[in-house]
Nanobody, 116 residues
Framework: EVQLVESGGGLVQPGGSLRLSCVAS????????MNWVRQAPGKGLEWVSS????????TYTESVKGRFTISRDDAKNTLYLQMNGLKPEDTAVYYC?????????RGQGTQVTVSS
């Protein structure tokens, strides 16, 4: 059974930083593209970033480029999202996600709130 468990969210002031983690199990983590997506209050799901196998390629939505960094530790089956220069518009529930054997999986999410 595929499981994704996010952690690391919280309340932070504008300009602050957070590091999100996602521990994966139930599939061969190193063989799959991993993603971060987010959902702001009252809005739909938004793709944030992806990282390909062996960390060969990383991509970001325009609004987070230069501020967020996605990474993975295949030995620990863990995905990360380092978020710097946080803005109020980054407030959302953040999910890690992956697509395995025809199914889209997401964790339970971790809340990030950026407010003074």
């Amino acid at each position: 059974e595929v499981q994704l468990v996010e952690s690391g969210g919280g309340l932070v002031q504008p300009g602050g930083s957070l590091r999100l983690s996602c521990v994966a199990s139930g599939f061969t983590f190193s063989r799959y593209v991993m993603n971060w997506v987010r959902q702001a209050p009252g809005k739909g799901l938004e793709w944030v970033s992806s990282i390909h196998v062996r960390s060969t390629t990383t991509t970001y939505t325009e609004s987070v480029k230069g501020r967020f960094t996605i990474s993975r530790d295949d030995a620990k089956n863990t995905l990360y999202l380092q978020m710097n220069g946080l803005k109020p518009e980054d407030t959302a529930v953040y999910y890690c996600s992956t697509y395995v054997t025809g199914n889209d999986y997401r964790g339970q999410g971790t809340q990030v709130t950026v407010s003074s």
